[in-house]
């Protein structure tokens, strides 16, 4: 541009210009609020988390450890929990079923021969109607027989099995997740599983009527404690 003068003249002296350089961008504050906010978000995703898992929290915090004083549970409760193992199970009719994809329910487990004497069968009689009594909330619960050997099962059973989970895993597989107390045997006790699929709690070898009722008090009191977090339904 040529600047001009009064007379509308042409100015022998061009117009002045001044160059300003451009704002240059500190790098170091960029890094640092960069920072700052990835810290910010993982610690926003942290508490998210907390605020998913509280629920099951407080629930186990409610059942093992906030317990009325004089309160005793009649199942032996296991601790360390042990988590459902990676094994393959056969159902009845040969398929392969992974153990763990059994989890996302409570389970309340038998382990017999496939031979089911009277024993055998009053634990399933019995699981049976422990899983019956719980009425609405009964399909919180699956009623699992672990047949422990490859005997055949009495078709005399399998109607009465048509709401039961059955699969086939050897002893040997089963005593690395459950085990008896010490001098009983793994047919003595029915077993308690939680969603999860950690084994909880051991009921006594005996089990009867009045052994049910005792029962089914503890596993009302633990699916009252979880019912904010485990629905029907894996």
């Given at each position: 541009?040529?600047?001009m003068n009064n007379d509308n003249k042409p100015?022998?002296?061009?117009?002045?210009?001044?160059?300003?350089?451009?704002?240059?961008?500190?790098?170091?504050?960029?890094?640092?609020?960069?920072?700052?906010?990835?810290?910010?978000?993982?610690?926003?995703?942290?508490?998210?988390?907390?605020?998913?898992?509280?629920?099951?929290?407080?629930?186990?915090?409610?059942?093992?450890?906030?317990?009325?004083?004089?309160?005793?549970?009649?199942?032996e409760l296991i601790n360390p929990q042990r988590?459902?193992?990676?094994?393959?199970?056969?159902?009845?009719?040969?398929?392969?079923?992974?153990?763990?994809?059994?989890?996302?329910?409570?389970?309340?487990?038998?382990?017999?021969?496939?031979?089911?004497?009277?024993?055998?069968?009053?634990?399933?009689?019995?699981?049976?109607?422990?899983?019956?009594?719980?009425?609405?909330?009964?399909?919180?619960?699956?009623?699992?027989?672990?047949?422990?050997?490859?005997?055949?099962?009495?078709?005399?059973?399998?109607?009465?099995?048509?709401?039961?989970?059955?699969?086939?895993?050897?002893?040997?597989?089963?005593?690395?997740?459950?085990?008896?107390?010490?001098?009983?045997?793994?047919?003595?006790?029915?077993?308690?599983?939680?969603?999860?699929?950690?084994?909880?709690?051991?009921?006594?070898?005996?089990?009867d009527a009045a052994a049910a009722k005792k029962?089914?008090?503890?596993?009302?009191?633990?699916?009252?404690?979880?019912?904010?977090?485990?629905?029907?339904?894996?």
């Amino acid at each position: 541009m040529i600047s001009m003068n009064n007379d509308n003249k042409p100015s022998p002296h061009p117009l002045e210009m001044t160059v300003h350089s451009m704002p240059q961008s500190n790098s170091s504050t960029s890094n640092d609020a960069m920072v700052q906010r990835t810290k910010t978000g993982r610690w926003k995703m942290f508490i998210v988390l907390i605020l998913c898992a509280s629920p099951v929290i407080a629930s186990y915090i409610t059942y093992y450890f906030i317990r009325p004083e004089g309160r005793r549970n009649f199942g032996e409760l296991i601790n360390p929990q042990r988590i459902v193992p990676n094994l393959n199970a056969a159902s009845l009719d040969g398929k392969n079923i992974n153990l763990q994809t059994l989890t996302g329910q409570w389970m309340l487990v038998s382990v017999a021969s496939g031979a089911c004497d009277a024993s055998c069968q009053k634990h399933l009689y019995l699981q049976r109607q422990l899983r019956e009594s719980l009425g609405k909330e009964k399909d919180r619960l699956d009623w699992v027989w672990l047949v422990s050997d490859t005997v055949a099962v009495p078709d005399v059973l399998m109607p009465a099995l048509k709401d039961a989970t059955v699969l086939r895993l050897p002893a040997e597989q089963i005593t690395t997740w459950m085990q008896p107390a010490q001098g009983q045997q793994l047919s003595d006790h029915l077993y308690l599983i939680d969603p999860m699929g950690n084994w909880m709690m051991r009921f006594p070898p005996g089990f009867d009527a009045a052994a049910a009722k005792k029962a089914k008090s503890d596993i009302d009191r633990v699916m009252r404690a979880s019912a904010s977090w485990d629905k029907a339904g894996r």
